[in-house]
């Protein structure tokens, strides 16, 4: 599996929120983070990478990122136009309500028709100003228009997938058996389907959860890793310190004590 870094989806100002319009010149590597993401393909065609997959897409094609899944930019034809939509992971859940866990369902692709394309075109390219309320309601409601589009839509994901992603994104401490039984399936054939459908195995997409669970409980102690290891659901925090190296290249102190990590944030794909 390619590596990826950690950059979390920008989100300027106040606002829980943002749309951005995708520029060339600031495309990023391959990422996760912590928040859901939408993808509008406005215009022209291009290929994402997605775990070890790829993913082709076209004008009308309306993409959603998890929490925790990479994803990255791999080609884009010269009238590829893009729109980039995420908010925070409590802002999703306020806006969908009860439907909040099915958005969360894994990398899903839909096609719209025209209308519901224009419509949504429409909304990404409004000047919605910089005032945080205004901000998260416009794009509440994108999110919540888009995600009603992919509600009438047979998901390209098998159910097992669906069902793991959920209890994961709950209790990202589950072992592979906790998981099957909360999808309702044998583990083997839970991790087979996961594993075609993210592009990640069970315990690579685990992991990602259980990192990001980790910085954001670390960022709101304020350094006090050994509780937060603990509590994102790693045995001990010598565990933790070696899969955050094995996947992020550093140790978590370096990481938040040192100006690596806006670097990482920071880091676009050169030419």
């Excluded at 749309?19 to 928040?35: A, C, D, G, I, K």
């Excluded at 998901?155 to 793991?164: Q, V, Y």
């Excluded at 906790?178 to 087979?192: E, K, M, Q, W, Y």
């Excluded at 040192?258 to 920071?266: G, I, N």
Aim: net charge neutral.
């Amino acid at each position: 599996m390619p590596q990826a870094l950690y950059q979390p989806f920008p989100l300027p100002g106040a606002a829980r929120a943002h749309v951005w319009h995708h520029v060339p010149e600031t495309r990023r590597p391959r990422h996760f983070h912590s928040e859901p993401e939408l993808n509008l393909i406005a215009a022209g065609s291009g290929a994402f990478g997605v775990g070890d997959g790829t993913i082709s897409v076209a004008a009308g094609d309306l993409l959603w990122w998890s929490p925790g899944q990479d994803h990255v930019l791999l080609d884009a034809s010269p009238d590829f136009d893009l729109y980039v939509i995420g908010l925070t992971p409590e802002l999703s859940a306020r806006v969908l309500g009860q439907d909040n866990l099915p958005a969360h369902a894994g990398a899903t692709r839909i096609h719209l028709p025209q209308e519901p394309l224009l419509k949504l075109r429409s909304l990404c390219s409004v000047d919605i100003g910089t005032d945080p309320s205004a901000v998260e309601q416009h794009i509440g409601d994108l999110w919540r228009d888009a995600h009603t589009f992919r509600l009438t839509t047979t998901l390209d994901k098998h159910a097992f997938t669906n069902r793991a992603i959920e209890s994961l994104m709950e209790r990202p401490e589950f072992r592979r058996d906790d998981v099957a039984l909360a999808a309702r399936g044998h583990p083997t054939d839970v991790s087979r389907h996961f594993h075609k459908d993210v592009g990640l195995t069970f315990t690579e997409f685990r992991t990602r959860l259980r990192l990001l669970r980790f910085i954001n409980i670390a960022d709101a102690r304020r350094m006090n890793l050994l509780s937060a290891a603990i509590d994102a659901g790693f045995g001990s925090y010598s565990q933790c310190h070696r899969v955050f190296q094995a996947t992020l290249g550093c140790s978590p102190r370096r990481f938040f004590s040192t100006d690596l990590r806006a670097r990482m944030e920071e880091a676009v794909v050169s030419k």
